[in-house]
């Protein structure tokens, strides 16, 4: 485990009895709707090629970038209708992120670029 995610548990402990914390474990039927939503945001803004390196990028370090960056953003990540919480869940897989960036891909297919 990483330190960061350590001590994020540690502190997930101690205040479960105080503030309700939610799950960081995601159905695979929410995962997937994680995938379309994100994917089609991006789609819609035109930014395929640069969510498609960066998530190449991304992909070796997807679980310490969710705990590190998406968590202190995610009240951020609700002003465009996704719950930071579970991003910062979907991200922890390396394999969500490999997903991510197929159906990102897919949708830059068929819009015809190459």
Known sequence: ??????????????????????SSELSPEREEEIINKVASLISKWDMEIPASLLGKLMVPTSSMISQIHVMPSALYLDLIGLDGFEVAA???KKENVKRLIAKIEELKEAKGYD
């Open 1 to 22: 485990m990483y330190p960061i995610k350590n001590i994020l548990l540690r502190i997930k402990k101690r205040l479960s009895g105080i503030i309700d914390i939610p």
């Open 90 to 92: 979907f991200l922890e």
